[in-house]
Each structure stands twice: as structure tokens, then as C-alpha cells.
């Protein structure tokens, strides 16, 4: 068995590789002077089994993702899984005016054309799932890995900056065996965000708010606020995907003691890995 990886996915890529004891392809990806990109897969992949890792944003990564792809299907491979860690435009899951795409839609289509089986991790709206109509496919969870990395730094209670990710908020709980509460949250536009005051028992608790995705930071800087005015003793803020736009990690030390994503986006926060849940659901 091979993993390879795309850049995005380097160091995910390497882990994986680890944990199913399989080996690591040597990669080529470069750019042309025109930015036109160039990959080479510089193995013999003939009659084995292959999981490719890539991560779809920025958007660059999702031509070098279908390169990859093509170039792994030039090969006999005995099959071909496409892991996505973090699945960009899974946000864009719905047209809300008419004449737009179903965006998340269209990459999903593209991406099963090339692949055998398909794997993401906490992927925004599970209707991407469905679309992946003509191949097996998985949404894995990082609950398990942001429960036991919270677990060893101490934190006594979970938050939930909104009530549609509550479910999840109670998942990393119960592996952490504590308590788990949700704020309520209302999006003004891509970037203002306003939570319902309410009643907190954080005071003097070292607290994590725990979100799918971390983008401009607006939702976790307003639950922090709502934490800090309850007398939380220690802010923590944890996500799967660390999007980090603009600059949200500034607005985030503002207010946050730390800051901890997954390896499904490569940044500086980067600190729990999803690979033995990416291998758990490979293997299934
Ligand atoms: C929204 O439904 C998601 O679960 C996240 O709360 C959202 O994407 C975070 O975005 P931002 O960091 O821009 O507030």
C-alpha cells in the first residue's frame, strides 16, 4: 500500500503512512512559469493500493489534486482512495440565489470521476456525502483525537459557539468525561456574527470552545467574550480546520489563552493529527 501527498497534505500524508504501515511516495509538484502546476508520482505503483491525500483550499490545491489523481490512474493501481481533509466549498451547499453553483456539488462530482472510494473528516454539510453517488464514501470525525489531546491539557468543560455543533461539542465530552454546553449564535454576514447572552457556570474552569472550522475567527471571539465575562479561568479555542482567514489568529490571541486545529489544514496551530481516524475509516 502507498500514500501519497499532495502538498497540501504533507505532513497528514506522512502520519497516515505511519499508522497503516504503508509506504510514503516520493512526490514532484512544481509550478511552470506561467503558474500552471506539474506533478510526478516517481514510483511503481502497478497493483497496489493507493490513498491519495489532498486537501482542497486554497483553490490551487484542487487542480494539483486532480493532476495527482490522473496521474496515480496511469498506473494498474489495484484501487484508488481519495482522501479530502478538509473539503473547501462545503459551505457553498445550497444555491441561495438563483443562478449560483451548488459549488460543493460541482467539486464533488469532479472528484469522484477519479477515485475508487473518497474520505474527508468533519466535512461542513453531510450532503456531500450523497453526491459522491458513484463511489464509496466516508466522513470521518476528529472527536476522538480533540478529545484526548483536550483531556491531557486540563480542560474541565466544553462549549459550543453554536447550537448546530452541539452534537459535536458532546462527542469531544463524553471522550473527555465532562461537561459540555452551547451558546446560540446568529450570522449577520461572512464576517459579524452575534450570540444570545447567556447563563454560564465556567467560573474559575479551564473551558474550550470547540468548532468545526476556525475562519475569520468572528464566532469564537464572541464566545470568548461570553466566557470571559462568566469568569472562565482558561480560554481554550480547538477546531478540526484551522482556515485562519486574514487575521484571525491575531484576533484569536486577543482573547484565547491557546489555539489548537487538526492536521487537516498544515499551520502553526496545528497540533492533534486525524490519521488514525482517517486509517480507521480506510480500512472499514
Ligand atoms: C459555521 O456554521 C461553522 O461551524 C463555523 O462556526 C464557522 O465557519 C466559523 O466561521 P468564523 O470563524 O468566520 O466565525
Not at 195 to 205: D, F, R
Request: aromatic share 6%; glycine share 6%; with cysteine.
Amino acid at each position: 500500500m502507498y500514500v501519497v501527498g499532495g502538498s497540501a497534505s504533507q505532513k497528514l500524508a506522512g502520519e497516515l503512512a505511519k499508522v497503516l504501515k504503508a509506504k510514503l511516495a516520493k512526490v514532484e509538484v512544481k509550478r511552470f512559469p506561467d503558474d500552471e502546476c506539474y506533478v510526478r508520482v516517481d514510483e511503481e505503483l502497478d497493483g497496489e493500493e493507493v490513498i491519495l491525500v489532498q486537501t482542497t483550499w486554497p483553490d490551487k490545491n484542487i487542480i494539483e489534486l486532480f493532476l495527482l489523481q490522473d496521474a496515480i490512474k496511469e498506473f494498474e493501481v489495484s484501487s484508488l482512495t481519495t482522501v479530502v481533509p478538509y473539503f473547501g466549498y462545503a459551505r457553498q451547499d445550497k444555491q441561495f440565489k438563483p443562478g449560483e453553483p451548488i459549488s460543493a456539488r460541482a467539486l464533488a462530482r469532479l472528484i469522484q470521476e477519479q477515485t475508487d472510494a473518497f474520505i474527508t473528516v468533519d466535512v461542513h454539510a453531510t450532503s456531500v456525502i450523497d453526491w459522491f453517488s458513484e463511489v464509496s464514501a466516508h466522513n470521518a470525525h476528529a472527536y476522538p483525537e480533540i478529545g484526548k489531546f483536550l483531556m491531557k491539557k486540563g480542560v474541565q468543560m466544553v462549549l459550543s459557539p453554536d447550537e448546530g455543533r452541539w452534537d459535536n461539542a458532546r462527542r469531544i465530552a463524553d471522550v473527555m468525561n465532562c461537561e459540555a454546553d452551547f451558546l446560540v449564535k446568529e450570522r449577520l454576514d461572512g464576517e459579524t456574527v452575534t450570540m444570545t447572552p447567556k447563563s454560564l457556570e465556567v467560573k474559575g474552569k479551564n473551558v474550550a470552545i470547540v468548532d468545526d472550522i476556525i475562519s475569520t475567527g468572528g464566532t469564537i471571539v464572541k464566545a470568548a467574550e461570553q466566557l470571559r465575562k462568566h469568569g472562565a479561568a482558561h480560554i481554550t479555542a480547538a477546531c478540526t480546520h484551522g482556515v485562519f482567514a486574514k487575521d484571525a489568529v491575531s484576533r484569536l490571541k486577543a482573547c484565547c489563552d491557546d489555539i489548537y486545529s487538526t492536521d487537516t489544514i498544515e499551520n502553526p496551530t496545528t497540533a492533534i493529527s486525524v490519521a488514525p481516524q482517517i486509517a480507521r475509516a480506510a480500512m472499514e
